[in-house]
């Protein structure tokens, strides 16, 4: 089971989660088209990026852990059969003529993160079942540092009850302050720079470049 505790296998999993994640919240919003693009269009498209992005660092890991044997075996076949399944659209728009071309491309774009993610799960249950040891990894995973995890994930909710109640420079002093105890070491010049430069590019960012409707200090701007 080596081969599955590997840094790029489970990051792909991380990123096939979030975009499973992201259509699951955004499927009610209505998508419209490129050209007059609705709410949903954006988080469609990002979803889709994370979970093809996902399953290729996912089988990109699996690939290079697995023998020669399971190779010629397992990967194949499936690699032949989904390249199949993903350029059919295109394969009948050009059948069907040029005019549709766009189209057909569009349909096997929405079609390849679906298929590798089935495309994952196959080639890992097969990997696991019936695929011998393979080659040991060198990028096993480690155990879970819990102090950043913690500290990051405190700051992050801390920053989210802040923003609207305080407005976003406080709510960014706490983010900085609790994040910056998870590390090894905490220096108070660092975290205060960090503050300060952090302020300054998201309040020239945000608040005067893209004139969003947030306030730094509440009740002062």
Excluded at 25 to 50: D, E
Excluded at 100 to 114: E, H, I, V
Excluded at 115 to 122: G, W
Aim: glycine share 10%; charged share 15%.
């Amino acid at each position: 089971m080596h081969r599955f505790l590997t840094k790029d296998y489970l990051s792909g999993l991380m990123f096939i989660a979030f975009g499973l994640v992201a259509l699951y919240f955004g499927q009610k919003l209505a998508l419209g088209t490129p050209v007059r693009m609705g709410p949903g269009y954006v988080p469609r498209m990002l979803s889709i990026i994370m979970m093809t992005l996902g399953s290729v660092i996912g089988l990109s890991a699996l690939f290079a852990t697995a023998d020669e044997r399971e190779r010629k075996r397992y990967w194949v076949p499936v690699a032949a059969l989904s390249a199949v399944w993903v350029l059919l659209p295109v394969l009948t728009g050009i059948l069907s003529g040029l005019a549709g071309l766009g189209t057909a491309f569009g349909a096997a774009f929405l079609r390849l993160p679906d298929t590798l993610v089935v495309d994952l799960a196959i080639l890992s249950l097969a990997s696991a079942v019936l695929g011998r040891r393979g080659v040991v990894p060198d990028d096993l995973v480690e155990a879970p540092k819990w102090k950043p995890i913690t500290m990051v994930t405190i700051g992050i909710v801390a920053f989210a009850l802040l923003f609207e109640r305080t407005g976003m420079l406080p709510a960014l002093i706490v983010l900085v302050l609790i994040s910056s105890w998870g590390g090894e070491e905490f220096k108070l010049t660092e975290v205060i720079g960090n503050i300060v430069v952090l302020a300054i590019l998201c309040t020239l960012v945000f608040k005067v470049g893209l004139g969003m409707n947030i306030s730094i200090v509440q009740g002062v701007w």
